[in-house]
């Protein structure tokens, strides 16, 4: 949707776009939603010679100029927040707000910088990738889902892309400048991240930036992979913070437009009278305005919760509204069966029953 504001994503080293897979959902209610592959990494291409944090800035400035982004938030992991530390210095020109997630003013040593990379160029991506997961994931999360396609994603890596990456945050030192930064910024960081740890890196951070915010996750160094609810939460809470200064009742409005439908929010308030005016406000204002603007559960989730507990209670007239809404906005038949089946096994067969006969009636509609 033209409306939405951007947010750029930007990766770690070693991984590519798709890092970013669990948020989308989430981010896509609220932003339009750019993600890149850094020089070097997925479909990007490995230029020959050591890279420079300059040429990694660069690289993103000119893709946001090509795209003629005049506005964005930036939301960086690692290499991708010493990117957007590039940014906020060099490029801060529409940048609204900046979300700098297990990344440092300064990586490690020179030294350390070295061994790796003559490991890569010794052996490949094979030489670096066993270290590189420790560090990625904590012990209980190294065979989970995520980390399985980090390890695949960091194996196709160029390695002449990795190494000259690399280079770059080997010879990054921003720690006398950070506190230039004139943006709103949020620090996220993980409590054992062996790569970032948040003494020193993000604590760091979050001292010198005048203003800034910050949130530490339990977990290694891919903290939106390693606690991707927590982590999506953090960042939207962030990004939308804005809206707080907005009034509850305007914020409402626009949710529960959004949800039920113009026509409906339209005849509720069209209808009211001076005996349920305040309530139609009220619940605009809290229910829409509060509890539904929430960033921490998704549109889709939230549909699902009122469907089972309405429909659990036996609250008919509102489980018809709320299941003809969610046919209307792309929910999907099988999404009410097993809510409902869910609804069968614990609040009993009797209250699914008339829930399947109303979804029923109201899905012919939808595709009649």
């Known amino acids: 949707r033209a409306e939405l504001p951007v947010l750029v994503l930007s990766h770690s080293l070693g991984c590519d776009h798709s890092m970013w897979d669990p ?113 990625f994931f904590s012990p209980a999360n190294q065979t989970s889902t995520y980390a399985e396609s980090t390890r695949g994603v960091l194996l196709g890596t160029h390695p002449q892309g990795y190494a000259g990456c690399c280079a770059a945050l080997r010879d990054l030192n921003f720690r006398n400048d950070v506190a230039r930064i004139d943006v709103p910024v949020l620090v996220i960081g993980s409590n054992r991240d062996p790569s970032t740890p948040w003494e020193g890196n993000g604590d760091f951070l979050a001292r010198e930036i005048t203003g800034a915010k910050w949130v530490v996750l339990p977990g290694a160094h891919l903290s939106n992979l390693e606690q991707p609810h927590s982590f999506k939460t953090a960042v939207l809470e962030f990004l939308l913070s804005k809206e707080e200064g907005a009034p509850s009742m305007e914020r409402g409005m626009r949710v529960r437009r959004q949800t039920l439908g113009e026509d409906h929010v339209e005849r509720s308030f069209a209808s009211a009278t001076d005996f349920n005016r305040d309530f139609q406000r009220l619940i605009t204002r809290y229910i829409w305005g509060e509890v539904w603007s929430r960033p921490g559960l998704e549109r889709r989730t939230r549909r699902l919760l009122v469907l089972a507990i309405t429909s659990a209670m036996g609250r008919w007239e509102e489980f018809r509204l709320h299941v003809r809404a969610a046919f209307s906005h792309g929910m999907e038949g099988t999404d009410v069966k097993e809510m409902l089946l869910q609804v069968a096994a614990y609040a009993g067969a009797p209250a699914a029953n008339t829930g399947f006969q109303i979804a029923r009636e109201e899905l012919e509609k939808v595709n009649n």
């Open 23 to 135: 948020q989308m959902p989430a981010f896509l209610e609220h932003f339009r939603v750019l993600r890149y592959d850094t020089r070097g990494h997925g479909g990007s291409d490995a230029s020959a010679g050591e890279y420079s944090i300059d040429q990694l800035g660069e690289d993103a400035r000119t893709l946001i100029t090509a795209l003629k982004i005049d506005s964005f938030a930036w939301c960086g992991l690692s290499m991708g927040g010493a990117v957007g530390q590039w940014m906020a210095l060099n490029a801060a020109q529409g940048m609204k707000a900046l979300v700098l997630a297990n990344t440092s003013p300064k990586f490690g040593t020179p030294e350390m910088w070295e061994a790796r990379l003559e490991a890569v160029r010794r052996a490949g991506m094979a030489g670096v990738a066993e270290t590189a997961m420790q560090r």
